[in-house]
């Protein structure tokens, strides 16, 4: 009976212990709330994602059909399907990969894994690393209709939400035209604009000046009242002349916190200072929501912005070391780690 006791006794213990094991784990791993304290019924949402360093840009039509441009890297693809799940999307109707780098694409691949995805829009650039065979073996395998982007296409999301691709050019021809030490990957993203009533958002990707300057030249419908802001904020994207042709009143900056490259560079906040710009960081906010009624828009973020950082710039790792080194430090530079 003693026994019988005891055995009970050590039986209780263990049945607790495991079930705090398991609450911690599970509250733990519970993702923060959906940080949008505006109503979001009816009404257009473009959600920054928090994929530390790369991009990650959630679109929710009124209708609730999906857009998810980039999905950030590898290690924030189960944080992006996590944020997707919480909001119970299980369709993804277009995923665009604005460019094949690995800050853009690896999560993709995680999303096109879990969730369904329709359509994949790709800048259609040919890119050899195994991140992105990985996603265009993934496309495949889970049949995605894959798409290779051109300026002038149309996406129609649904309730006069739509999608408009500007860059790149399509039918083989590309920016090869670029600053030196510039990626042509990157000249040639899949560039976006969103639009909805009165209401309109630019997507660059990584495209930096060569690219605005090219945009502004062919005189596309650039104004919008939100600028993703191009390239992690580099110093070599946002130009003032782009920021005068999109007359942004808000612009996001997907960055992360402890990122090398020196993303968002001072001159690239000064210039989005001086044109009146309210700037939003994922480094600082986390997640940024953009609400809109196809008229007015409001912008919250998951953490309260530390107004003193805003419009800091960070300093890139490279910087820091001495010139000789710098060469050597660039050229170790893996495929997987261009930004
Ligand atoms: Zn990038």
């Known amino acids: ?22 609450w911690l784990r599970r509250h733990r791993t519970e993702p923060p709330p959906t940080p949008t304290p505006f109503e979001t019924k009816g009404k257009l949402q473009v959600v920054a994602l928090d994929v530390g360093q790369g991009d990650g ?3 929710i039509s009124p209708g609730g059909k999906t857009a998810l441009i980039d999905a950030g890297s590898a290690q924030a693809g189960d944080d992006v399907v996590a944020a997707l799940q919480r909001r119970n999307l299980r369709t993804i109707d277009l995923a665009v990969a604005t460019h094949p780098h690995a800050d853009h694409i690896a999560g993709l691949r995680r999303v096109i894994g879990k ?4 359509n994949l829009l790709d ?14 073996r993934a496309v495949k395998t889970r049949k995605v209709q894959f798409i290779k982007a051109k300026k002038g296409w149309k996406f129609s999301l649904d309730s006069g939400v739509e999608l408009e691709a500007f860059n ?5 021809r590309w920016i090869t035209n670029i600053r030196e030490g510039g990626s042509v990957e990157n000249a040639n993203s899949v560039v976006l604009r969103l639009s909805y009533g009165n209401f309109a958002m630019i997507f660059t990707g990584d495209a930096e000046t060569d690219t605005e300057t090219e945009l502004v030249k062919h005189k596309f419908l650039l104004r919008a009242q939100v600028l993703k802001v191009g390239h992690h904020g580099s110093r070599h994207a946002t130009s003032e002349k782009f920021l005068n042709a999109v007359k942004p009143e808000a612009a996001i900056i997907s960055c992360g916190n402890d ?6 560079s001072q001159p690239t906040l000064d210039r989005l200072k001086k044109s009146n710009v309210k700037v939003y960081r994922t480094d600082l906010g986390g997640e940024i929501a953009v609400i809109s009624d196809g008229n007015t828009f409001q912008v919250s973020t998951a953490r309260q ?5 805003l419009w800091q710039g960070r300093i890139e790792l490279e910087d820091l070391l001495v010139q000789p080194k710098k060469a050597a430090a660039k050229s170790k530079l893996k495929k997987e780690e261009i930004d």
């Open 1 to 22: 009976m003693r026994f019988l006791k005891v055995l009970f006794a050590i039986l209780l213990v263990a049945a607790v212990i495991t079930g705090v094991i398991y």
């Open 168 to 172: 790149p050019r399509g039918d083989g």
């Open 115 to 118: 969730l369904t995805v329709s």
């Open 57 to 59: 840009f959630l679109i």
């Open 259 to 264: 990122n090398r490259y020196g993303h968002p």
């Open 123 to 136: 800048s259609g650039q040919n890119f050899a690393s195994d991140e992105y065979d990985r996603l265009q």
């Open 305 to 309: 912005m530390n107004l003193a950082s």
